[in-house]
């Protein structure tokens, strides 16, 4: 059984970006799904679609996506927030990371949202995940 869905994720994208797949496939759960919308609205994946498998076993297709080169978008994707260990933020101490050039991924009762949208709403909430 699997304790942390979103770290599982998180690993499958890192591992097919490094191998350079096209598509990493994912477990299903609405969590994940509201990263994804994150990652896709801030352009860090090409696309996702939902896929109902058999015996009500939902996964993920997750197009990947490449710079010219042929390097991933995504530079580093982490976990923050763990089973073990969860991590909160109010919204001013998730201003900016990385100088504006990286995302952190927030958890909030409006949804799973970016850093900057959380911000301009002043909400804050768990730290799911950072990327840049």
Not at 58 to 64: G, N, R, S
Not at 118 to 130: D, F, I, Q
Request: net charge positive; glycine share 6%.
């Amino acid at each position: 059984m699997m304790n942390d869905i979103i770290a599982d994720a998180l690993t499958r994208i890192r591992n097919a970006a490094m191998r350079k797949l096209e598509v990493a496939t994912l477990l299903h759960s609405n969590t994940v799904v509201g990263v994804l919308n994150v990652l896709l609205q801030k352009e860090y994946i090409a696309g996702f679609k939902v896929i109902d498998g058999q015996n009500n076993k939902k996964t993920i297709q997750v197009e990947l996506k490449y710079d010219d080169n042929e390097k991933s978008v995504i530079n580093e994707i982490t976990r923050v927030s763990k089973p073990g260990r969860r991590v909160y933020k109010n919204a001013s101490e998730i201003k900016n990371f990385k100088n504006g050039y990286g995302t952190i991924i927030v958890s909030t009762n409006k949804g799973v949202i970016a850093n900057d949208e959380a911000y301009a709403a002043n909400v804050g909430g768990e730290v799911l995940c950072t990327v840049w």
